[in-house]
């Protein structure tokens, strides 16, 4: 539902005299779609935790064969799904002017792959990492359709509340993020071993939360089914016509007007008098590059955190999934109040700590473990993570590290400290990744101005997935012939020139309302004298 339209009355005979030809109307924010929104979100990064992070010692549970390079192959199926969908979701819910038919779609689609997912087992061994496959790509389906949301937020709400709105998705999605974890502890807790089902399949720790989040997906369903409503043209003139006692208003897109904060009201012109607004290519650009910057950091996250901490720190399947979750359930929010600009640069500055701090040395002396291997496991046991070294040997791994057979870069490649490395990865996943992301989809948003979003924000979102789309097989394919070092060294680069630009066009990085009311005074200026003595522009003159 597009923001409420309310008739603003002349505040006096001098400033009726510059309005009365085109009435004033400031629009109010529809808190009960940010809300559903909110909850969309929640679904939405509850199976990240859920599912995508916990993907490969899942995989690797199922199949003990599969190596990195397919797991990365999946990774691009998933997101070249999101991104197809994002793109056909964004065009579609323009041409409709309705964002809930594909956000339906898509929270249904993903209900029903958690409960595919959850069943790979009941296919023979050789089928379940092509079933892992497909169902990474209908994921990503589910994803970018459910994405759509950012357009509907941008409807949901004005240039003033924006960053409120926005603000409040981001708990949401660091909620998620929170409440995935602990489903997948309390599972574990619940199911400290496998359990049978009756269909073949096992309740374990990696089974038992998707049935979780495919419960929580049917109840979230249900609500936006019955209460969201998705509209981008009439819900704002019918919300004022309910209002304003049945008198119809004056047609208003959600996305035409932002509200005044002048001390007098200024006068709109027509739509069909008001050209469109004009986008900066220079600044759309750096919005793109810090998405891209974004994007690397969770293309390491989902294609090599995992496997990485199973080879540096000798972790177990169970353990490497496990201690990322906990990381993630970390996730912090600073207030929404502070400056976008500076957040953003703050978010880039710290990722790029992160690859510097996390940076295998030459000056580090630690070397990589060894894989260690134990007697036989109990049948329980093996389902968790049966890895035998041949088929008639007894021994099965006890803890992952370097394999020298497998890696040739395990003896010239230190080992980081593990403290070093946690502690950077929560704060850069905790407090960078949410705070930055928070503001640049709000300055972006804010940027793009009174414009339908659908099509925008869809370009905005796959230009920083086509990185992982393409990412995952060359960053699995490094790792495995060259180790860490490259690509390290390639996220510092890609770090420092988003600094580099966001810097170079920071004065440009400037909500398009900021635009309009400037052009608003100078038009009061020039027909109806400056502003009275004692008011001000409202410090629209200065942008922090």
């Known amino acids: 539902m597009s923001p409420s339209a309310v008739r603003k009355p002349s505040m006096s005979s001098s400033s009726r ?41 899942y995989l690797k549970s199922m199949d003990s064969n599969v190596d990195e390079e397919f797991y990365g192959v ?46 790979m087992e009941m296919l023979a061994e050789q089928w379940r990492k092509w079933a892992f496959l497909t169902l990474e790509l209908l994921f990503g ?20 509340d924006r960053q409120k709105a926005t603000a409040l998705v981001s708990i949401a999605f660091n909620l998620g993020f929170i409440i995935g974890p602990l ?80 001390a007098v009201p200024f006068r709109e012109a027509p739509k069909a008098l ?80 992160f690859f510097v701090v996390s940076f295998p040395w030459p000056f580090l002396g630690t070397q990589m473990p060894r894989p260690q291997f134990r007697q036989n496991l109990s049948q329980v046991q093996r389902q968790f993570e049966s890895f035998s070294v041949n088929e008639t040997s007894t021994l099965v791994l006890a803890s992952n590290g370097c394999d020298r057979g497998q890696y040739s870069w395990c003896d010239s490649t230190p080992a980081i400290n593990v403290y070093v490395y946690h502690v950077a990865l929560v704060l850069c996943f905790g407090l960078a990744m949410p705070v930055g992301q928070m503001n640049l989809d709000t300055l972006y948003s804010r940027m793009l101005g009174p414009i339908k979003q659908g099509t925008m924000q869809g370009i905005f979102f796959s230009v920083g997935e086509s990185l992982i789309l393409f990412g995952p097989p060359l960053i699995n394919f490094a790792y495995q012939t060259y180790g860490p070092r490259p690509i390290w060294v390639m996220e510092i680069l890609l770090f420092s020139f988003g600094i580099f630009l966001w810097l170079l066009c920071y004065q440009r990085l400037v909500p398009a309302s ?31």
């Open 17 to 57: 005299s510059c309005s009365s030809s085109n009435s004033v109307f400031v629009l109010i924010t529809d808190w009960r779609s940010v809300f559903f929104i909110a909850s969309v979100v929640i679904i939405d990064s509850i199976k990240i935790t859920v599912v995508q992070m916990n993907s490969w010692p």
């Open 183 to 262: 489903i997948v502890l309390s599972t574990n807790y619940v199911f400290p071993s496998s359990l049978p089902l009756p269909w073949h399949a096992h309740l374990n720790i990696y089974t038992a939360p998707l049935y979780v989040q495919a419960l929580i997906g049917l109840f979230s369903f249900g609500l936006l089914a019955v209460f969201f409503d998705g509209r981008m043209h009439g819900a704002a003139n019918a919300n004022a016509r309910q209002r304003h006692g049945g008198k119809p208003r004056a047609d208003i897109d959600g996305t035409e007007r932002a509200p005044s904060n002048l």
């Open 514 to 544: 900021e635009s309009l009311k400037l052009a608003n005074i100078r038009e009061r200026t020039t027909k109806c004298g400056p502003l009275p003595s004692g008011k001000n522009d409202g410090g629209l003159l200065h942008v922090d």
């Open 274 to 353: 008001r050209p469109p607004a004009k986008l900066d290519p220079f600044a759309i650009f750096a919005c793109f590059v810090a998405r891209i910057n974004f994007c690397a950091f969770i293309l390491y996250l989902i294609s090599l955190s995992s496997p990485y901490a199973m080879t540096v720190f000798g972790w177990s399947a169970v353990t490497g999934g496990m201690g990322l979750l906990i990381s993630l359930g970390y996730s912090m929010r600073i207030s929404s109040r502070l400056k976008e600009r500076k957040c953003i640069l703050f978010s880039l500055c710290l990722m790029l700590t």
């Open 74 to 119: 999946a990774k691009s199926a998933l997101t070249l799904g999101t991104i197809t969908a994002s793109l056909a979701s964004g065009y579609f819910s323009n041409y409709i002017s309705h964002t809930k038919p594909s956000i339906l779609a898509g929270t249904l689609l993903m209900l029903l792959c958690c409960i595919l997912y959850a069943n």
């Open 141 to 160: 389906w589910a994803g970018g359709a459910i994405v759509l949301w950012r357009t509907q937020l941008a409807i949901s709400s004005t240039d003033r």
